[in-house]
């Protein structure tokens, strides 16, 4: 990143179905930023961009908001050691997602996962039989995934991916909240999918009860999230996209308990200061019930 704080862009209209009219949804808590924020073990809860909701969706949304250009520097360069720790708690959602897919008995198994990370997801899809290839921006994120998993993927920005052979399966894990134009994504997600394909996308829930309950402080309100869907304005997205939304689940995501701790600072103090505590702690498995993410499938409408 250039500087400390880049300038950020004004965004005027909804993404999602372009209405000039809004309210406050959420007033901003921070004024400067760096690309440490933008980490996916983030811990700054509550630190939050200004967020507007649509009157006429819903759709809620940051403005001012960092450009497609600053987050692609952001992400290209980012690096995030922490986020191999929870590898079995994430594992655990992954291959809750491909048993879901393997239901939907498609003819073919070839999966592209968009923002793949370290490549766990491809990892765990390959074990099961699947042909998956994934496209990462970040070079630590790639270089990670082929030391630790032997997955090669594809280094570029998500919309570089090349189109030449099509997929059964595009998912998206915890990509469209942290992308200012999610319909580009979306569109090449259509490109690369052949007639009756499907779209996987897991995001945060901005109208679950934990959102509501929480207000604020909700754990989802963070730097790299700049926009929030809900069940309401997610299939609305996939109309849009040519897509007919399938089901939508409530998604919850298995942690350690030295994870969840560790983000706050108590629980940070016993994980750092305490070794053999946090060894223990990072045994015992939580699964979060909190329902305040979306687990959605959707089928590509058309040719
Ligand atoms: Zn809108």
Redesign the pocket.
Known sequence: MPEKSPPLEPVSR?P??G?PERGLHLASTFEEFSSGDFKITDSHYGKRWHFQR?R??G?VYADPCPGAELLNLIYGSLEDPEYGSEEEGRGANFSRILNRLERLNLTGKRLLDMGAATGLFVSIARKKGWSAEGVEPSRWAVETAERQYGVKLHLGELLSYPEKELFDVVTMLDLVEHLPNPREALEKARRLLKPGGILVVVTPNVDSFAARLFSGRWWHYRPPHILFFSGKTLPLFFRQGGFSPLKVYPFHWTFSLRYLLSRFSPGKWICDKLTPMSKLLGRLKVKLFLFDSLEAYARKEGS
């Open positions: 909804c999602l179905c209405s649509c006429q969706c759709f």
